[in-house]
């Protein structure tokens, strides 16, 4: 516990990552809280014809869309469906790829070799390729969104996983443990799984931030959740057919999105120089 | 080195005059992330014309920023907090910043590596990299010729450059490397350590420098390897009466090669003596306890007690009095002015140490 | 020699990943609540018409039979033919290939011409103000989505200041077709007008196409120049006086770019993951909008095609970088 309030700490210190976890902080505020921050909030479903395409003003934070609802309000919603987009995904991802990059970094027989094909096929095209075929084949919906994505995100993981665990066994310590018998389960919990957390952290946080970045493409393309749901991607989609007169329509939920990818991508970005030493060091020279 | 019988050498003392180089109350510190490392406290270092000079002292005892500081590569957290480095009765630190990189780093003064494994680049041939030294370095370089566009497209006459690729083949069978006409293509792991640090020493002669830095270049070799570099070096400097500013940590090696010593301890210089005088008649507390704790056969291991300090907020006076048998006050309010045990044996000490090396 | 093996190494490796490949989409195609074939038939079609046609198409066969076809198919290099525009899919590739190609090749010209020497820089200027500059847009630029980025760049430079076209290679007819690269091609016919407005029709979709790359190649260069300024033969050269722009640009330089080309892979995809996106809002008639529109309407032939494709493009690009690597890197321990 301690070496996590370390690794704060140092985190603070460092203006960008810790603009990068205030923003995160903020989205899960926001997220939770969207009923209560928001100005319209009982208006994002509704159609209001006379209040259609009204730019930003004082009553309209960010302008209305072609329903004529609150654009802030439903950005605010919306922060809600990318957490949990985001979210699942990746923590899926995560839960899929670790523990085989554990096995197949491990194994030097057959199965490591054939969880590394497996995942080579599902890195052989664009993930958002795949993604596209999965979320249409299944459907439009949240829950399509999410398997697709994390459908083809685990490799990431099983990949950095493998490459690590693979040097790893090199290391004399690990060695030593083998030599002195202790069970195989246990030198990976208890030796190897510590030290890959590190760049599995890292990865954890980039990948929040390109999952956003794809799940918000698909949206775009008409493949995430169905409307009247407020996804920032489709409402940006939404938005292209008023342009250029309704220019706040296509603005605001892109800079949502910015944000809070570059919250994540800085805070992932932090993450790396405090966990990792040796790219740290090359400031001090002597 | 392992019995301490030293023998008198008869070792020519040039003219006190003569002094090539003189550091004079250098002071560096360096900025780091937990404080301020006053790596350097006010040094003095003298080297002669012709003479090799050793710089002995443990790791971190600032040996290395001395000889970054004299050739002026230290790093960006460096800071010159006072001092003189005087080279040919010019203050280096004083001189324009084009000069020195022209005419004075790798031309009057060169330096060679303590690694030679890594000091090549891996990815060209030794004769891209000699070439390179040779372009800007040779003797027969105008002291006029522009370095173009940082560095690039300036002009290297085809006469010249014949000329120099001949000395340098030349200069490399005199370090026996092997089929020194065909060195030139290939890669630096083509070479073993050895045959790498010849290199080296040959790269580091051919500008026909005044100087040559070389900071521990035989540590990172096998022994066997280090007697032959050694001995190697210390020819070919002395055929052509080049300084040398030898740093190691490694008392044996500073017999076999070094004219005089000086001895440093935590940034502090504290000795500085001919090589026989030092042996037999060390002054410094602490000089002395690293001479005893040379390893003899039939003699207990012994050390000395205590830890090098830290640099960032080192002990008042002499660095050395936390871990002095002999301090007293003074000691640990200021630091000792320069005082002379023979004519050409200098000490910083309030209390020296009378004896010599027992047999 | 060695580079055979390795050639040779690589494409027995790819053979399997790409009928791993196959199969994976194949499945997923099959495995759909909408019917292609209800749709092709029409709306009045009734029942049996509808089954007669997935006989014909050969649809109504067991799942394995059908892949087991495919593959079959796929070595005597035919891509099948296209539900839709009832065209065999390799012809509608091979007709859209360089508009994509192009893209492709102007937009990784940008990253890496832009991005390297800024990396260099941002790593010499390390924590100066020019670093962190340069680090927050690189850090942008990989933060910004790309269809919202295109649709920004259309709004101001295309509606807002009229500089740029909105989308499409060319307005007006193409020039006479001889790579199929209009840029190419306007200039073999010596025509500036028309090479001028190709150019301008790239330039929005290529700059948003390289927008991440050039991020990416950015960062790279960077962490590569900083992690060689280390070494020991820096601190040699720079011990010797050798200038140091020739140390940084020559030699640093030359090392830390062999981190980069590994990347250059990590590259591709990304440029060909944003085509994708890019062509379809640019209406960029290149491969990638194809597949769009090949997954929208379920046509399976096409969706296979241009997954065969990408897939066989990623592994030759890999390929490549890989024999790169081993002429960069003449130690040849192939690290």
């Known amino acids: ?286 | 080195m392992a019995c301490a019988t030293f023998s008198i050498r008869g070792s020519d003392v040039p003219a006190p005059d003569d002094n090539l180089l003189e550091v004079e109350n250098l002071r560096v510190s360096f900025g780091t992330e937990r404080g301020v490392a006053k790596v350097l406290d006010g040094v003095n270092l003298t080297i002669r014309r012709g003479e090799i000079m050793g710089l002995v002292g443990e790791s971190g005892c600032g040996k290395t920023t001395l000889a970054r500081a004299i050739l002026g590569i230290l790093p960006a957290n460096a800071q010159h907090d006072t001092g003189s480095i005087r080279f040919r009765s010019e203050d280096l630190l004083k001189m324009p910043r084009r000069r020195v990189d022209d005419q004075i780093r790798g031309r009057r003064i060169t330096f060679i590596p303590q690694d030679p494994y890594a000091s090549f680049n891996p990815l060209f041939r030794i004769g891209t990299q000699a070439r390179e030294v040779m372009k800007w370095k040779s003797p027969r370089r105008p002291e006029n010729a522009g370095r173009g566009l940082f560095g690039f497209f300036s002009r290297y006459p085809r006469a010249r450059r014949r000329a120099d690729e001949a000395d340098a083949v030349e200069m490399m069978r005199t370090v026996q490397i092997p089929r020194a006409d065909e060195a030139f293509d290939k890669l630096p792991h083509e070479f073993s350590g050895g045959q790498r640090q010849r290199l080296m020493i040959a790269l580091a002669l051919m500008p026909q420098p005044d100087l040559v830095i070389a900071d521990e270049p035989t540590t990172a070799l096998d022994v066997t390897i280090q007697a032959q570099v050694l001995k190697l070096l210390k020819r070919l400097v002395k055929e052509r009466g080049v300084s040398v500013l030898f740093t190691t940590h490694d008392l044996g090696t500073a017999y076999e090669i070094c004219d005089r010593i000086t001895v440093m301890y935590a940034g502090q210089e504290v000795e500085m003596a001919p090589v026989d005088d030092f042996f037999q008649r060390p002054s410094h507390p602490y000089t002395v306890r690293l001479l005893e704790s040379l390893p003899k056969p039939g003699r207990e291991l012994r050390e000395i007690g205590g830890e090098i300090p830290r640099l960032i907020d080192p002990p008042a006076g002499c660095r050395f009095h936390p871990r002095c048998a002999h301090a007293t006050d003074i000691c640990r309010m200021e630091r000792p002015a320069t005082t002379s045990v023979s004519a050409a044996h200098a000490l910083r000490c309030y209390h020296p140490v009378g004896a010599t090396v027992p047999a | 020699m060695r580079i055979l093996a390795l050639i040779l190494q690589r494409i027995a490796w790819l053979v399997p990943t790409l009928a791993g490949l196959v199969a994976v989409v194949f499945f997923i195609s099959r495995v759909i609540p909408a019917d292609p074939v209800s749709k092709l038939a029409g709306e009045t079609a009734s029942r049996a018409q509808v089954e007669l046609l997935r006989q014909k198409l050969g649809l109504d066969r067991p799942l394995l039979v059908q892949l087991a076809d495919y593959y079959k198919q796929l070595l005597s290099g035919d891509l099948g033919t296209s539900l839709f525009t009832t065209r065999p899919v390799w012809d509608d590739l091979y007709a859209r290939l360089p508009a994509t190609i192009e893209l492709t090749i102007v937009a990784m010209i940008i990253a890496v011409v832009i991005g390297i020497p800024l990396g260099v820089v941002s790593a010499l200027y390390r924590n100066t103000i020019i670093d962190h500059l340069l680090r927050i847009i690189t850090v942008a630029g990989l933060a910004v989505a790309s269809f919202w980025l295109a649709l920004v760049l259309q709004l101001y430079f295309a509606m807002d200041l009229g500089w740029l076209p909105l989308q499409a290679r060319i307005t007006g007819f193409p020039p006479p077709s001889i790579t199929g690269f209009y840029i190419v091609d306007t200039l073999v016919e010596g025509n500036f007008t028309r090479f001028g407005n190709v150019v301008a029709h790239l330039t929005l979709p290529a700059f948003t196409l390289a927008f991440p790359a050039l991020a990416t190649v950015v960062r790279f260069t960077r962490a590569g120049v900083l992690e060689t300024l280390q070494k020991n033969f820096v601190v040699y050269q720079r011990a010797m006086g050798i200038p140091s722009g020739l140390i940084v640009w020559k030699y640093v330089l030359r090392n830390s770019l062999i981190s980069t080309v590994t990347q250059i892979g990590l590259l591709f995809g990304i440029l060909l993951a944003g085509a994708v996106v890019i062509e379809t809002v640019f209406q960029w008639p290149g491969i990638g909008a194809y597949a769009f529109e090949a997954i929208l309407q379920s046509d399976y032939a096409a969706v296979m095609g241009f997954t065969v494709y990408a897939g066989a493009v990623f592994g030759i690009v890999n390929l490549v970088v890989d024999i790169s690597h081993a002429i960069l890197d003449p130690r040849g321990a192939g690290a």
Do not use: C
Request: hydrophobic content about 55%; proline content about 7%.
């Open chain 1, 1 to 286: 516990m301690s070496t996590a309030i370390d690794v704060l700490r140092k985190l603070l210190r460092d203006p960008a990552a810790a603009a990068g976890l205030l923003i995160i902080l903020l989205l899960v505020l926001v997220a939770i809280f969207a009923p209560l921050l928001a100005t319209h909030p009982e208006a994002i479903w509704d159609m209001n014809p006379r209040q259609r395409l009204l730019p930003p003003s004082d009553m309209y934070v960010f302008g209305t869309d072609r329903m004529g609802a609150d654009i802030y309000s439903r950005i605010l919603f919306g922060a809600r469906i990318t957490m949990v987009i985001a979210s699942v995904a990746v923590g899926a991802a995560l839960l899929i790829g670790v523990p085989i990059g554990l096995i197949s970094g491990w194994t030097q027989n057959w199965l490591g070799e054939a969880l590394m094909r497996v995942s080579d096929i599902f890195l052989a095209v664009p993930q958002i390729v795949l993604a596209i075929a999965i979320s249409q084949t299944l459907g439009p919906s949240i829950e399509n969104v999410i398997l697709a994505l994390s459908v083809t995100y685990w490799p990431w993981f099983t990949r950095l996983v493998h490459a690590e665990v693979r040097s790893l066994k090199n290391e004399t310590f690990i060695e030593a443990a083998i030599a002195l018998g202790v069970p195989t389960w246990r030198i990976i919990l208890l030796h190897v799984l510590p030290n890959v957390a590190s760049p599995i952290i890292v990865r954890t946080s980039i990948g929040m931030g390109f999952t956003i970045l794809t799940a918000s493409a698909l949206g775009f393309l008409g493949l995430g959740a169905p409307p009247p749901a407020p996804e920032w991607g489709r409402m940006i989609a939404e938005s292209r057919e008023f342009l250029p007169q309704a220019w706040w329509y296509a603005l605001a939920p892109g800079l949502a999105i910015f944000l809070v990818v570059m919250g994540f991508n800085l805070l992932g970005d932090g993450l790396r120089d405090v966990l990792d030493p040796r790219i740290r060091r090359a400031g001090a020279r002597r």
